[in-house]
């Protein structure tokens, strides 16, 4: 998804947000996908 201009988050079937790379690089972008999974409540591994 880091590689794409905009990403689309849903929750529970509609639209959470969406996020747009502008004018950041591909790793802060990865790092707000990350972010926003996070408060939609992804999941967590214990590694």
């Known amino acids: ?21 502008g004018d950041d690089d591909k790793h802060t972008f990865f790092k707000e996908i990350i972010r926003v999974q996070s408060v939609l409540g992804g999941v967590n591994y214990d590694l």
């Open 1 to 21: 998804a880091s590689y794409a201009n905009r990403v689309v988050m849903l929750k529970d079937g509609q639209i959470f947000t969406e996020l747009y790379q």
